[in-house]
């Protein structure tokens, strides 16, 4: 069983960061954890920056020697006149090229353009395409109106919401910038207010998360049309070539990936409808975290459906190929653009560790499998695998007469499982038929004893009509005005008596 495994088997270990600092690591950022990710991030800039200040040098002392040199043939030629002026504007020219080049690697200690820094000021007016956008999205509005209805009892609530609008307000005008830099821009934001939050405004560890949990969700709700699969990128590009790859593998079964699930079972079959239903509906979340949220009832529905088909706890190698069965079945919109999107703007601490993070860390190993997917992943030839692929053949059809004896073999195998499973089918529906027909027998036997039943009863005790009681004067006239109402329709009766008085 573990032989048949081998490809889609995934040792716990390859979860974590690279680096051995605990966390959950991720294929976007080369296996590392977020914390790792950026650090590493920042040494490679900071290596970046000082490789541009070694070269900004260098081209200064060149082009200093070079303008010393031409100095020193300007002196020698005193004769040239009239070219002074020429030479004193050309010399000016480079060095103000050389102070340009000096001053692209020094940080700037002027105050930013007007138009950056307009949106910080809590009294001014916001810009008619800060209020476009605002106006244009109906969720926005609403994230800002529960946003600021769960900052009125913090005593703090007021100084967070105003550098939260600060911060989306500057980030509309930075549209053009890349999507890592916008991530970076997001994920400092995130690092800074909950590092003030812990010393300045004294809050608790699980307060401080309530608090950005509010934040990202307003923040990501108001900058997601600019987050989320942005220009910049090539992820409408992948997600297209993902969802080509998914559509054209529609033929992998549960039996290729040995997954343990029995979609026979009533129960097992409603959790994998589920779990499709829930990686399908994270595509119409625009916050990381309910995003999230999605993929973490999609794992659940999958571990249910395990345990009610194995009835025992999964583990987590049966765990990884039936989520990428479902990740198949499903083929989720933009599934490329999603995992992205939590992996630039979710909190960092939720996707490291939790449930979140080891559920969304497998799922990005579910993709990845599905993109590297061949026939050793699924016991198959790579005859068989191409054939498939390219829809001459499937695993439900007789292949063709080019293909080999163990493909002819395995579709034989398939053709004696029908068979099978009909012998079976027909056996259950004749012990279905006798059921019944002894069934029907049951209560034909049930009728007939009730009915000897009733009539020993009444056996035992008859009516008593043999010497009824004789009628008064009174009863006479009773019965018989009870015999003419009776039948006051009917006109063959004869007329009532009359009485008579006897006189004797």
Known sequence: MMSQRRGIHLDQSELLCKKGCGFYGNTAWQGLCSKCWRE?????????????WALAERLQREEEEAYASRQQKTQS??????FSKFEERKTKEKSSKVNTVTKFFIPSTKTPPKKDAAPFDPQSSPSPSSSTSRKSSVDSDIATREFIDFLKPLKSGREIFKQCRAFTETMVYKRDIGADELSECVQDFYQNLSERLQTQF??????VECIMDEVEKYIMTRLYKEAFCPETTDDEKKDLAIQKRIRALHWVTIEMLCVPVDEEIPEVSDSVVKAITDVIEMDSKRVPKNKLACITRCSKHIFNAIKVSKKEAASADDFLPTLIYIVLKANPPRLHSNIQYITRFCNPSRLMTGEDGYYFTNLCCAVAFIEKLDGQ??????EEFELYMSGQASPN?????????SSSNSALSQVHKRLDLLTGLGERQERVIEKARQLESDLIDWTDEVEQKVQSVLESFPPDMQNP????ASGTAAASSAIDSD????????PPLQPQVFAG
């Open 40 to 52: 590493e991030n920042q040494r490679e800039k900071q290596k970046q920056i000082q490789e541009d």
């Open 77 to 82: 030629q005193p004769s040239i006149t009239p």
């Open 202 to 207: 004294k809050g608790s560890s699980d307060q």
């Open 377 to 382: 992943s699924l016991n198959l030839s790579s």
């Open 397 to 405: 059809w007789p292949l063709t007469s080019g293909a080999t004896s």
């Open 469 to 472: 009681p004789a009628p008064t």
């Open 487 to 494: 039948n006051v329709e009917n006109e063959l009766l004869p």
